[in-house]
């Protein structure tokens, strides 16, 4: 569920003497000017795979505490498994345990994701299935040297991402993982999001799946089209155009604005016409399977 997150402290002078404090941390690094010996920001160190980092003016906290809860269970720094609801708890309260003022905090980063098992490579979906969202195309489709497909929608306060969490891995099984980050506080202050601790709250996790499942219904993914020898050459023909970025961005013109809500009816009409969507009703059942499963465990 949660991932990576941010956490600024309000009070710099309170961080910043805990950190220093050799009892709390073994090991912290700085910059030091070589000519005058002089010790100079920023203060840098590490709570597993968290970092810590002070500068002259902040404080902050940041990477992601799903890995954090896989190394304080003598696991690899990653972020293929499943996250409980009782691990996340058990996460942030050693966090809390740590660190001193934690409450004190502001969330100012957040990802949420959740990761699907499928019965075909993950890969498959996102290259062929998966074509926009909002009806506009991704911002950066990338393939990380071999290790899987990876799309990303970018959005004024979010970014939306699809990728192939089990080729990131080398694992043998087929997992997908869909995931929102949210750029900035305001984006989740409206889901009763403030604080590390809110994110204990079954609330307001439900909040941030829905606005997840939300965003997820945004996205065209649509079973093959030309593969399917039961469509009509005009329903084709008509969904070609459909699945076209460049066809929705000429319908964004304002002389076109009218038409476009209509063509959009159309669209979804066909996709069911022609049984289409059956790749996203898997997705979009599993998305809520596996979040009630982590929610409640």
Known sequence: MIDFVRLNFKDKDRIEPFVCNKDNF?????????????????????????????????AYVKNSIHKLNNQLNGKDAHNHNDFRYS?????????????????????????????I???VPAECIIRQNLILHQLKIHNHNEQFGGKGEYKQFNHYNYYFKIYDKAKQYGLEEHIIRIEIKYKS??????????????????????NLF???????????????VMADTKITKKDKSQL???????????????????????????????????????TKTFLRASLIQKFNELLNS
Do not use: A
């Not at 070589?34 to 902040?58: L, V």
């Not at 996340?88 to 959740?114: A, S, V, Y």
């Not at 066809?247 to 289409?276: A, G, H, I, M, P």
């Open 26 to 58: 073994e090991e912290l690094l700085t910059v030091l000017e070589c000519h005058s010996g002089e010790i100079r920001y920023p203060f840098t160190t590490n709570i597993g795979n968290m970092e810590i980092r002070i500068n002259d003016k902040y």
């Open 87 to 115: 691990e996340l708890c058990k996460t942030i309260d050693h966090l809390d345990n740590r660190l001193t003022d934690l409450k004190n905090t502001r969330l100012t980063q957040l990802e949420f994701g959740l990761n």
């Open 117 to 119: 098992k499928l019965p």
């Open 185 to 206: 506080n305001k984006s989740f202050h409206p889901m009763g999001v403030f604080k590390l601790h809110d994110l204990k709250s079954k609330k307001c996790l439900l």
């Open 210 to 224: 829905n606005d997840l499942l939300k965003r997820f219904d945004e996205l065209t993914i649509v079973d093959s």
């Open 240 to 278: 070609e155009s459909y699945l076209s970025y460049n066809y929705w961005e000429t319908l964004s013109e304002r002389e076109n604005r009218n038409r476009k809500s209509k063509e959009k009816l159309e669209f979804q009409r066909l996709l069911v016409k022609n049984d289409l969507l059956k």
